[in-house]
Every structure is written in C-alpha cells, then in structure tokens.
C-alpha cells in the first residue's frame, strides 16, 4: 500500500488502523485528512502498552496491519520514547521497531544514536551496536560498542566510555568493561573502570558506581585525599548504606600516615515526630600518643504536639582529641564541650515550661562554668490586657562546681510594660520586679559568704521612646532616595542593693555596644543587677531607595549617661568590673556604626567605640567588599580591641581575603589574617581553581595557630569530574569559612522533567 507523497505526513497508529484495513478502496484517491502532532503531554501518558503510537515520515509505504516502512525523516512516538532514523520499519505483529541510517532513540533524558536499532515498543527492549550516548540532566555522554535496552528501565552496554566533557574538548573520559544503567533507580554501575585525564590514565577500580539523579542510594561515596603537618597524609573512605528512607549510616575508614587508622560512623534517624544524628571516631593506638582516643556527639529532636524534647551531648577522650583531627582553626580553640538534656511545654505560644540538665566537659584551662543539675524555667506573656503587657519568668536551678560553691537558685521575674503607638513615634514605660533566692552548701568551705540562704528583691523602672523622621525627595549620589531620622531616648532606674553576699553562678558583664545600650541591666543572667540610674540615647539616619525601599546608607551613633557610681559588682576588682566602659558618674563610651551601599557591588561597613575618659578608640571594625559578579569577590577587613590589659587578649588585625578570577578560567582564593600584637599572621590560604566546562580542579595549602600557639598546616588537592564526582580531597568547607561569599561552581541541575531534555 502506498500513501501520497507529501512533505510531511503524520499517522496515529492505533486511531486509523481500523479505517485503513476496512476502508481502504474507497480511500485510494482521496488525501488522508491526518492530524499533526509537535509536543508531547506527559500527562497523557498511560503507563501500559497499549498506547497509541505516533508516527510520520516523507513517505509511508505499507499496511498498518502487517508492517508499515517509514522513508525520510522517519520518526515514531509512543510512551515517552521517540525513535528516528532514514527509514524505519514497524512490524505490527512483534511491535518492533527497525531504524536504518541515522537511528536515534529518545527516553527519560538520555539519547542514543548509531548507525542501526531494533526496538520493541510494548516491551521498551532493544539493541544498538557502535553507539553514541549523551543523558542530558548531568551532561554525561560517551559511546559502547553494544547497547541493550532492558524492560525499559535499565540499559547495557560493553567497551564503554564515559565522560561530561564536549566532544571538541575530551580532556577527560572512564574507560569500562561494562556499565548498567538503572533509570528506575537513577544509578550506573560498571566494572573495570579506568579514568583517563588528558590522555593519561591516573586511576583504576574494579568497580565503579555513580548516581545519574539525586536519589539515596547504597554505595561508595567520593573518597578525599589530604595532607596536614600533624596527621600526614589523610584518607578518609566514605561508605553510604541507604537502610530505608528515614534511616542511613555512613562508615568512613580514615588512614592517616602518622597517626594510624580511624572509623568515623555517623547514623542518622528521621520519624515523624523525632530525629537524631550519632557521631562516633575512633582510633585505636595512636602512632603519637600510644593511647586510644575516640569522640562522640549525638544531636536528636523529639517534638509532639506540645511536647518537645533535644539532646546535644558531646564528649572526647582526651583534651587534644579535636585539635589534632579536625583541620579547623575554630574547632581548635574550643574549650567547653556542652552536653544539654532539655524537655519543654508549650500549649500555647504565650506561655512555655522547660527542664534542662546541663553539663560540660572542659579541655582547655581557664575558666569552668557552672553545671545546671537541673534547671527548670517558666515563661509567660499577656498582652492587650486594657493596653498593658505582662511578661513572667520564673526559675529554679541548681548549680554543681568541682571547685567553686555550690546551691540553688530560685529566680521570679514580672514586668509590665504599657506600649504607646503612633505612625512615626512610640513611648514604652516598663516596671519590673526581680526576685533571687538562694540556698547554698558549704558554707564553711568559703569565708566570704556569710549567709547560707541570701535573697534579694530589685526594682526597675524604665522607659524607652523614639521618633521617625521622614525626608522625602532626598538623593544619593544622584539616586531618588527617602531620608530618615530616628533619635531614640532610654531612660532605666534600679536602686542598690548590696549583692556581695550572693554567689556568682552564671552572670558576667555584658559586652556594650549599640543594641545593649538599651538594656536595663549591665550583667547577663540573674546573680547581679546593676545599679542605675541612667539614660541611653542614639541617632540613626538612613537613605532609602525611593523604589525598591533597599537601604543605601545607614549611620547610628549612641551615649550612655550615668548619673551615679556603679556599686554592684563582682567578688573581687567589682569597681572595674561592673561596667568597663565608665569610671563612675559621667558618660559611657561612644558606640558608632555606618554602612554603605558604594554600589551595587561594592558594600561598607563599620563599627566604633570611642572613650571619651581616655580620649582613644576601644575597639573599631571595618569592613568593605566588592562582588561585581558571581565568583569575583574581594573583602578587606579591620578588627581592632584594646579594652582590655590582658595582652593576650587584645586584637588588632587585618584580613584580606578573595576569590577572583584571573583568567576566564583560573581563579585566584585567598586569605590573610595578620595580628599586628603577635606580629605574624594569625591564619593564611592561598590556592586556584581552574573551572573547565567539564573538569574543575583546586589546590588549597592552609595554614594556622592551635589553641597551644602552634602551627597546623592543611594541604588540599580535588579533582572534580563535572556532573561525575571528584578525587581527592574537598576544600569547599574551608574556602567557605574562610572567603565570605565564595561560591563554588555547580553545573547540575537540581531537578529536571521527562522531556525537559528532547529535541
């Protein structure tokens, strides 16, 4: 049977095939009235073979009944498959498909072409030999020298290539016997994988497995290479085990050259009502120490209607254990690990009760806190009660120290405030009554106290007011701008009441600064109230976009003025300690910041603090960066603390830090932490990252100071397979941490459709 030649013809298989074998006379001079279809709907898909198929062709020979030969362009569709070639011939009886010349096979975002294909429709089965491959989501493309398809799920292949770079480009490829790809279970595993790298071959495996979507899955994860002045060469050799949906747990074998090999485990729970996460290292015999160290760490959340519980709960063998293995500067410092139990109430968003039981483990000397043996809290608000608003905290702890006093305290705060509200200005008067009852232990132990059951009852009285100030039709630097002015008084009183008699549990100064100006106390926690009788006041202005409303421009500056001395302190040196901004009646320092948008990629910052009695700068921080696009970022920063005598604890820094290209391809990463106090740097990188279409590799050297003032040295190297993996060891957390606003390349999309990737 013949169809008239036409430039283009289009068939629905299953609609015409009875219209053709009954009808086909009275047909035979007239022009096939078919409907052309150009786009496909995935949500008229049936999930069973019995699909319609669509067809066209320059020419269609043939009886739907038996075999229909399609000549030119040749092209057939059913059930998100599409199948081209030269010339193709459907077999109605097997449902098979042959194409000749040109084959092509589109499904689920990979493409298949060469120059022959058999394949059956219903079944989704077929063959390819000498075929190229490309599956589109993650760039992945290659060629075998046989591919079959299975059940339409799972592909075949032998003598394969793999790789995500352009074929203009092929910088690098993996070699495999085999490689089965599962696109139910988003998943390829081959065997004897070899990856070459600018022609060279660098490694082999036996076995190789990679993800195509991002699904959790059993399995290998990218193995990291590192290198550190204290552990040598570091290998850590992650394996993934999917247990079900809500459970996982990961094994990592770590070896390191001068310290010997550690499991690290790490378990992860998720319920409907609760998570957890375990983590556990272990090294047995360490080459340094000769002893056992181990850690452990457990994060878990329960919560359940009203009721919620959380652990974080910390613990080292020894007080090194974090310092020599984790690579972190900031880790490093720590000297306090918590170990927090808590159970908490709330029934309503106005009132919360809470238990918690709070211990510590202290690995570095200095000072030791308080262990909380348990505390139990109580916290309420009322609002809108005629205008007033009532606020209630009640508290009952005991507090356990190996070296230090011991006892319990029972806190009952009430205040109520009555806010004022109007477009542009508010008044909030506030009255508050702080009570402390304490009930202490051996007193024998420790001449100062006196007193085994010492209470106190403390007033305060505060108001707080501020104005808006609107400036319409400002400017700045030639932008449309809203300018405002927004002064801010706060006035607090609390009378003196003689504390020394108290113990100090969980209370020390409160750092000042422009948001603690407005705070009625001088001391964090309950131990100690401040006396005063005192007004903070504060000026800010700030320069507003006229349309977008973004801030352009911010400058605030603020006072405290103190119109008694400040009695209330601590056990020992309390004169000083109470307040350090102030030596008794008269002003406090002066508090400044400013911040700027210069541009749309340039950003400024600072903050100040001026004493007025020593006529110097306290402590400054200044700041500016420039980001005109992604992956282009220079900050330069200024830190500066002279508040205290301790020298080991004054600062006066400068950090330099960049990621910036230097090349279209090449980056330069960066980052400068000098101490002018110590006279050396503080923390150092330096490193590249050369990004190709497909293959990024970065090198990372890092350098700082441990907690004991030596020196660690850190050696990153990766290899990233773009759309693949990578080799060797991920510097990502350190550059982030280190660089603010790195961004790390990434060209895998997150999510992508059946179709998305059709020609």
């Not at 109605?92 to 042959?98: C, G």
Request: proline content about 5%.
């Amino acid at each position: 049977m013949y169809f008239p030649r036409t430039r283009k013809i289009v068939l629905c298989i299953a609609a015409a095939s009875l219209a053709l074998s009954y009808g086909m006379p009275a047909l035979a001079g007239q022009e096939l009235a078919l409907e052309s279809v150009t786009s496909l709907d995935p949500n008229n898909l049936e999930s069973n073979g019995g699909m319609a198929s669509v067809i066209s062709a320059d020419r269609i020979e043939g009886n739907p009944e038996d075999q229909l030969h399609l000549i030119g362009n040749a092209e057939v569709r059913r059930g998100g498959a599409i199948l081209k070639g030269d010339r193709i011939t459907y077999t109605q009886a097997t449902d098979e498909v042959k194409s000749v010349g040109n084959a092509h096979l589109y499904r689920l975002g990979t493409s298949f072409s060469g120059p022959s294909m058999k394949y059956r429709l219903t079944e989704k089965s077929g063959e390819m030999q000498e075929a190229e491959y490309e599956y589109a989501p993650r760039k992945l493309r290659g060629c075998a020298k046989n591919i079959r398809f299975l059940s339409g799920d799972t592909t075949d292949m032998e003598d394969v290539k793999v790789t995500t770079c352009p074929r203009d480009e092929e910088a690098w490829f993996i070699r495999l016997n085999k490689l089965s790809i599962d696109e139910y279970e988003q998943l390829a595993t081959g065997q004897w994988a070899t990856l070459h790298f600018f022609g060279v071959p660098i490694f082999t495996s036996p076995w190789f497995m990679f993800p195509i979507g991002n699904e959790r899955r059993s399995g290998f994860l990218v193995p990291t290479l590192g290198m550190s002045s204290s552990r040598g060469i570091d290998i850590m050799t992650p394996y993934y085990f999917n247990i079900a949906p809500n459970y996982d747990l990961t094994l990592t074998p770590r070896v390191m050259t001068k310290r010997g090999a550690m499991l690290r485990t790490e378990t992860r729970v998720l319920q409907e009502h609760f998570s957890a996460q375990l983590f556990y290292d272990y090294l047995p015999n360490d080459k340094v120490t000769d002893e056992d160290r181990s850690s452990t760490r457990l994060l878990a959340r329960y919560n359940y209607g009203p009721w919620s519980a959380n652990v974080d709960y910390n613990h080292v063998s020894d007080d090194d254990f974090i310092s020599d293995f984790s690579g972190n500067i900031r880790e490093s410092s720590v000297s306090i690990l918590s170990q927090n139990f808590s159970v908490g109430y709330a029934d309503s968003p106005y009132w919360n009760l809470r238990a918690e039981v709070r211990k510590n483990q202290t690995i570095r000397s200095g000072v030791i806190p308080y262990e909380k043996l348990p505390s139990l809290t109580f916290n309420s608000y009322i609002g809108n009660l005629g205008g007033f608003e009532i606020t209630t905290y009640l508290n009952a702890t005991r507090f356990a120290h190996q070296n230090l006093i011991e006892g319990d305290r029972f806190v009952a705060k009430t205040a109520v405030a009555y806010p004022l509200r109007g477009a542009a200005w508010f008044v909030t008067p506030k009255v508050s009554l702080l009570g402390r009852w304490y009930q202490l232990e051996d007193i024998d132990h420790y001449p100062r106290y006196t007193d085994k059951s010492p209470s106190n009852i403390t007033p305060t009285v505060s108001v707080d007011s501020g104005l808006v100030f609107e400036r319409q039709h400002a400017s700045w630097f030639g932008k449309a701008a809203t300018q405002t002015l927004e002064p801010r008084i706060f006035y607090t009183y609390t009378p003196y009441h003689n504390q020394d008699n108290m113990p100090v549990f969980d209370t020390w100064v409160a750092d000042l600064n422009l948001t603690s100006l407005f705070e009625e106390n001088a001391f964090t926690g309950y131990d100690r109230v401040s006396e005063a009788n005192q007004i903070s006041t504060a000026l800010t202005t700030r320069y507003l976009d006229a349309d977008t409303g973004v801030e352009l421009f911010r400058a605030s500056i603020g006072q405290r003025q103190y119109f008694n001395d400040q009695r209330v302190g601590f056990p020992s040196n309390y004169a000083t300690q109470s307040d350090p901004t102030r030596i008794g009646v008269g002003r406090s320092d002066i508090f400044a910041s400013m911040g700027a948008r210069l541009a749309n990629s340039l950003r400024a910052d600072t903050t100040l603090q001026y004493s007025t009695s020593e006529e110097r700068f306290m402590k400054a921080m200044a700041g500016i960066r420039w980001q005109p696009k992604p992956m282009s970022i220079i900050g330069l920063y200024y830190r500066f603390n002279d508040r205290t005598s301790v020298e080991a604890d004054r600062i006066k820094q400068v950090d330099l830090a960049l990621q910036w290209p230097l090349t279209e391809r090449l980056f330069a990463l960066a980052r400068y932490n000098y101490s002018f106090y110590k006279k050396r740097p503080i923390e150092e990188l330096i490193g590249f990252e050369y990004l190709h279409n497909c293959w990024t590799f970065r090198m990372v050297v890092q350098r700082y100071n441990t907690e004991y003032d030596t020196r660690e040295t850190n050696f990153f190297l990766q290899l990233e397979l773009n759309g693949l993996g990578s080799i060797g060891s991920n510097p990502d957390t350190v550059l982030s941490r280190n660089i603010q606003g790195y961004q790390a390349p990434s060209l895998v999309p997150d999510n992508f459709g059946q179709y998305d990737y059709y020609e």
